[in-house]
């Protein structure tokens, strides 16, 4: 089954038809919300809001194992994961959607493995290309049908949060070889692996990084690019859950 993890503009998603919630409880603490079961196009999906449907987990707080362990004890197999970029690089424009290819992870503090605590085996997944290259292709497909522009590929630097970046933080980062910015690609992708899913993220990009762009003397969050990126992010769902089904 393929679970969908949305992100904080994509709490709700209205093209699910739901059939059922399910609270599922955890060894490692209680997941951001119920899990809400459904179909898009006949295709049997679950979804669930990373930051809570009443939106109120920050990045830092959310509790990334429990949700992926809640995905995998209901059977879920694949993760496509939806969330919110600040653009570096000069194509990746406000509204825009990117499949990112690669991670540099400077989030700290967050419970980030699954292999921790004293009947643990010590086990070092391969992280080298953290995206499921298998899901990627269909992702793909998904964009060719649907005609929604998609940038395919690109570094996802991920930071810790809430706060945004400073203009000196992003020329690091891009320095670094980043060319976007987000806050919870990790550790949700590295729990993913360990928790032997195929995940794939899909960001969609709300603005341009501290000091690029129309962010050169603030962040500056465009309303209708916002808008846009999501009817985008449901169209290209729409795309690849008629061709799964
Ligand atoms: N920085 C970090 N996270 C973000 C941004 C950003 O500019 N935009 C959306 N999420």
Redesign the pocket.
């Known amino acids: 089954m393929l679970a969908i993890i949305g992100g904080?503009r994509l709490a709700q998603l209205p093209i699910l038809q739901i059939t059922h919630r399910q609270v599922v409880r955890t060894p490692f603490g209680d997941p951001s919300c119920a899990l809400t079961f459904g179909h898009i196009g006949g295709h049997n999906v679950v979804f669930m809001a990373r930051h809570g449907y009443g939106n109120s987990i920050a990045?830092h707080e959310v509790n990334y194992r429990a949700n992926i362990w809640a995905l995998h004890s209901v059977g879920v197999k694949q993760v496509l994961a939806i969330?919110?970029?600040?653009?570096i690089r000069p194509d990746m424009a406000p509204g825009m959607l990117v499949m990112p290819d690669n991670i540099i992870d400077y989030t700290w503090g967050r419970k980030h493995t699954f292999y921790e605590g004293p009947d643990r085996p010590l086990v070092r997944v391969d992280f080298t290309h953290p995206y499921d290259p298998a899901m990627r292709q269909q992702v793909l497909a998904a964009v060719g049908r649907s005609a929604v522009p998609c940038i395919d590929g690109g570094v996802y630097a991920v930071?810790q949060?809430p706060r945004?970046?400073t203009a000196a933080e992003?020329l690091r980062l891009q320095r670094d070889g980043a060319d976007m910015?987000?806050?919870?690609g990790m550790p949700e992708a590295a729990l993913a692996r360990e928790m032997g899913l195929q995940y794939l993220h899909v960001c969609h990009?709300?603005?341009?990084?501290?000091g690029k762009g129309s962010?050169h003397e603030r962040?500056h969050?465009a309303d209708d690019a916002l808008a846009d990126g999501m009817a985008k992010v449901q169209a290209l769902l729409a795309a690849l859950c008629a061709q799964e089904s």
Do not use: Y
């Not at 969330?83 to 653009?87: L, R």
């Open positions: 904080s990045p969330g919110s970029v600040g653009g930071t949060g945004l970046e992003i910015v987000g806050m919870t990009i709300a603005n341009w990084a501290a962010s962040i969050f």
